[in-house]
């Protein structure tokens, strides 16, 4: 029983600490998030909106494992594009998400059960680039 108060204390004392430091921390980071949101603005945007390492959907930054949950399918070949769908990440994926799923191209919010339909091309220095051609709602139309 000792052992369990000590232990909650220990746990306290701990999480008093960590609110402390990020106290005298976030007056720092402050002018720093405004520099780095400065700095975001600035970075290089497709035409069609879409940030490089953000979904393309929520526009969610996109870490590491994170990745956009997208759909490739076969024929065509790599030069001259492969028709994909993307159905976005798991911000904007996830059953209690609020993140809104907004189409690049028509600007209209995507049903969960909807996705884009992209084209991706294989670039010559082995990267990959994706064409957003329009959602379930707008493309379909066209
Ligand atoms: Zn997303
Ligand atoms: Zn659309």
Request: proline fraction near 5%; include cysteine; charge should be positive.
């Amino acid at each position: 029983m000792n052992l369990l108060i000590i232990c909650l204390f220990l746990g306290i004392g701990i999480f008093l600490v960590i609110q402390a430091f990020s106290f005298s921390s976030r007056r720092k980071k402050k002018k720093q998030k405004a520099k780095k949101a400065a700095a975001s603005a600035a970075q290089k945007q497709y035409p069609d909106g879409v940030k490089p390492g953000c979904c393309p959907i929520c526009g969610t930054p996109l870490v590491k494992p994170e990745r956009v949950q997208s759909v490739v399918f076969e024929g065509g070949n790599e030069r001259e594009g492969r028709l994909c769908h993307i159905n976005g990440c798991v911000h904007c994926l996830s059953a209690d998400s609020v993140k809104k799923r907004l189409c690049p191209v028509c600007r209209k919010e995507i049903p969960k059960t909807g996705h884009l339909v992209a084209m991706m091309f294989l670039r010559s220095d082995k990267s990959h680039h994706v064409h957003i051609l329009g959602c379930t709602e707008c493309h379909r139309k066209r």
